[in-house]
């Protein structure tokens, strides 16, 4: 029978009308605090790649990184970072670039993945659309136990359930429930067991599969312990640190196999427990997938720079000069001000994970009460031996500059005068934050002396590619910078002598042309110090005699925290601790140093106040919702001044082991690292010294 064509047609679209909907899968989880990584990745792999998006990213990333100090040497770091850093951005970038992708989200894990190789926390790509916008979750953390007979295993946490049930409320019932057979609704019970093998492996095989992917750090040693649970101080208490086990960036894993002994058990039990993806307290609402999109993934008033003289006397403008920088949700420190970030230049870690807002327990926080004089994420605390005091300093940033460069110096006083003869400085897991405050922590520390002054940090250089000399010369010939807001301004900065530059001074000059792993390169002549005088007058004398001072932290001290433990380890002969760290994997005190870092709306806010912004070696304007970090300075050896320190040795002297008494208590860890180490006699295994 043949049928008109009228009615052939009218059939096809009333099938087409009656067939189902593409399925919403963000419309699914939309409203929900908790979700299955399944659900959200299915919701993130639900949008195709945008070719002129993508094409957007790449050539603001690839423009950007021009500025970024060291590019040419992450290529093929030198030793002891050889194996650890061997990454060629514009070799990938250009791969990236070429490389079809079946989801939006699987080209930005190509992308956010390529930087984390460079094991840089300041040069980095984060994307508000995908990166923690669902944080994945287990509760059981993991911590490095020592036994009294010096073996190391990975174990649960001790205090695993405590911090688990308090954080994540209700959904703890999920996990009871996931456990298998007796163990059902036990999840208690797990604390502190023995873990001997993760999905069937020996833990340090999932140790160091992280170590490779997580990025952040050079050093192997820390960037195993970041897999480990630990403790923060946090400018409005004592926060919890999950470790990257138990708190993952991205919804990639739906589960883990656990081999466990649990503490007086002779059994072995195995347990699968699933992860869970909580929304991000940073990620905004959506009801389905148009409006995650408009609400998470697109650029924002604050993602671009601005045009500092064109608004710089309306109201809008001031209101963004008092709002943090769009990747200060994602800068390991408190919130800082845009004014603040460029009246005081800072150098601080930037991690896809933001701090965490998780209460240590307050069973495990410091029972003595801290003294008076402390000041958001500085404390100060005295030992019950009345000798040694303690600050712990969890950032070298707060919000108010000069209170926390006042109570730096209070606090230092009161110790002395409670009778202080020994100091112990806690900078675990410390991102950095103000240059300046690291420079004032050493001086006042030390006292005057020709290591404090006129220079309490190192020398630095900047890269001075075509851009940033044209950028100078529209400060210095056309007088584009009248009231110095830029950093490019030359009056910011002092030679090598530490003599202030004139306005008139094209200050890159003389150029430092280099070749860095067979690339061509130019830096600016070599930088002095930017922080003295002070505007507090330091008291002459030293409080504490460097063989009397310890730094003590997980490793996980990077950027400012950097420079201050450098300068005081090398030049001043001050001791260093890790905590925690395995023995075989040679310890370092310290993280990435940079010499000071920004950030692509930084650098777009530099280009655009100097009418650059349609100069072919500019970056356009973000069209996504993305954050770009590099270093805009780079400091120099102390030991080897004609080349960078970020890439000389920071050995530990001391390898602190943790036991199950000690793990993220910080007076407990105090209390025992003060007696070994100001103790006359040090006796392994107590002891573990640094390879």
């Given at each position: 029978m043949v049928f008109p064509l009228g009615i052939i047609l009218l059939a096809a679209l009333a099938a087409a009308n009656t067939a189902p909907a593409p399925l919403d899968y963000c419309a699914a989880i939309a409203g929900k605090q908790w979700v299955s990584p399944l659900e959200a990745r299915s919701c993130m792999h639900s949008f195709p790649v945008d070719p002129v998006?993508?094409?957007?990213?790449?050539?603001?990333?690839?423009?950007?990184?021009?500025?970024?100090?060291?590019?040419?040497?992450?290529?093929?770091?030198?030793?002891?970072?050889?194996?650890?850093?061997?990454?060629?951005?514009h070799k990938d970038l250009a791969r990236i670039s070429q490389q079809e992708y079946q989801s939006e989200f699987q080209f930005h894990l190509d992308l956010f993945q390529t930087f984390r190789r460079l094991n840089d926390g300041h040069c980095v790509v984060i994307n508000y659309c995908y990166d923690s916008l669902y944080i994945s979750y287990l509760p059981t953390p993991l911590v490095l136990l020592t036994?009294?007979?010096?073996?190391?295993?990975?174990?649960?946490?001790?205090?695993?359930?405590?911090?688990?049930?308090?954080?994540?409320?209700?959904?703890?019932?999920?996990?009871?429930?996931?456990?298998?057979?007796?163990?059902?609704?036990?999840?208690?019970?797990?604390n502190g067991a023995q873990?001997?093998?993760?999905?069937?492996?020996?833990?340090?095989?999932?140790?160091?599969?992280?170590?490779?992917?997580?990025?952040?750090?050079?050093?192997?040693?820390?960037?195993?312990?970041?897999?480990?649970?630990?403790y923060y101080r946090g400018a409005n208490g004592w926060s919890y640190q999950m470790g990257n086990f138990a708190q993952q960036v991205h919804p990639l894993t739906d589960v883990v196999k656990l081999t466990i002994q649990r503490v007086n058990s002779t059994t072995i039990d195995i347990v699968t427990l699933p992860y869970r993806s909580r929304f991000g307290r940073a990620s905004k609402n959506f009801t389905d997938s148009a409006s995650y999109r408009a609400n998470n993934c697109l650029a924002t008033n604050d993602t671009n720079g601005v045009d500092m003289y064109a608004v710089s006397h309306s109201a809008s403008t001031q209101q963004h000069s008092e709002e943090p920088l769009p990747i200060a949700y994602f800068q390991q420190q408190p919130p800082v001000s845009r004014k603040e970030a460029r009246r005081h230049p800072m150098n601080v870690l930037v991690d896809a994970l933001p701090l965490s807002d998780i209460d240590l327990p307050t069973i495990?926080?410091?029972?003595?009460?801290?003294?008076?004089?402390?000041?958001?994420?500085?404390?100060?605390?005295?030992?019950?031996?009345?000798?040694?005091?303690?600050?712990a300093l969890g950032s070298f940033s707060a919000a108010n500059f000069s209170a926390f460069q006042h109570s730096l110096l209070d606090g230092?006083?009161?110790?002395?005068?409670?009778?202080?003869?020994?100091?112990?400085?806690?900078?675990?897991?410390?991102?950095?934050?103000?240059?300046?405050?690291?420079?004032?922590?050493?001086?006042?520390?030390?006292?005057?002396?020709?290591?404090?002054?006129?220079q309490a940090g190192l020398d630095t250089t900047t890269r001075a590619g075509p851009l940033a000399q044209l950028i100078v010369q529209k400060i210095v010939k056309d007088g584009m910078d009248p009231d110095t807001l830029l950093y490019y301004n030359p009056t910011q900065w002092t030679n090598a002598s530490n003599i202030p530059f004139t306005a008139e001074t094209e200050w890159l000059k003389p150029l430092q042309e280099v070749t860095i792993n067979g690339h061509d390169d130019v830096f600016s002549q070599r930088l002095g110090q930017e922080c003295q005088p002070f505007d507090v007058e330091?008291?002459?004398?030293?409080?504490?005699?460097?063989?009397?001072?310890?730094?003590?932290?997980?490793?996980?001290?990077?950027?400012?925290?950097?420079?201050?433990?450098?300068?005081?380890?090398?030049?001043?002969?001050?001791?260093?601790?890790?905590?925690g760290g395995k023995k075989s994997t040679p310890q370092q005190y310290c993280g990435i140093v940079g010499g000071q870092s920004t950030d692509f709306s930084t650098i777009d806010t530099e280009i655009k106040s100097v009418h650059l912004k349609n100069h072919t070696l500019s970056p356009p304007d973000l069209l996504a919702n993305l954050v770009q970090g590099i270093t805009w300075r780079l400091g120099y050896g102390i030991n080897d001044p004609t080349e960078p320190e970020e890439w000389q040795d920071h050995p530990a002297d001391v390898n602190f082991p943790l036991t199950a008494e000690t793990v993220n208590k910080p007076f407990a860890i105090w209390e025992a690292v003060s007696k070994e180490v100001f103790s006359a006699a040090i006796t392994p295994p107590l002891l573990v010294q640094s390879q």
């Open positions: 998006v993508k094409e957007n990213i790449i050539e603001v990333v690839n423009k950007t990184i021009a500025m970024h100090t060291s590019v040419n040497y992450q290529i093929q770091a030198p030793k002891p970072f050889d194996k650890d850093v061997h990454e060629d951005l036994a009294s007979d010096g073996q190391q295993n990975v174990h649960i946490a001790p205090e695993a359930f405590t911090v688990a049930s308090a954080e994540f409320g209700d959904e703890i019932k999920f996990w009871q429930n996931a456990l298998p057979g007796k163990l059902q609704g036990q999840l208690e019970t797990l873990v001997i093998a993760i999905n069937d492996q020996d833990p340090f095989v999932a140790v160091d599969a992280n170590a490779l992917v997580t990025g952040g750090y050079q050093s192997l040693g820390t960037r195993q312990n970041s897999f480990f649970s630990s495990m926080q410091p029972s003595e009460p801290a003294l008076n004089e402390s000041y958001s994420v500085a404390q100060f605390y005295m030992l019950s031996d009345n000798t040694t005091g303690v600050l230092l006083v009161k110790l002395q005068s409670l009778g202080a003869t020994q100091l112990l400085v806690d900078v675990t897991n410390n991102g950095g934050g103000y240059i300046c405050i690291a420079h004032w922590l050493h001086r006042i520390i030390i006292g005057s002396r020709s290591t404090t002054e006129p330091p008291p002459r004398k030293a409080f504490f005699k460097a063989k009397d001072v310890v730094i003590i932290s997980n490793g996980r001290c990077a950027s400012s925290c950097s420079l201050f433990s450098i300068t005081m380890s090398k030049l001043e002969g001050v001791r260093t601790v890790v905590v």
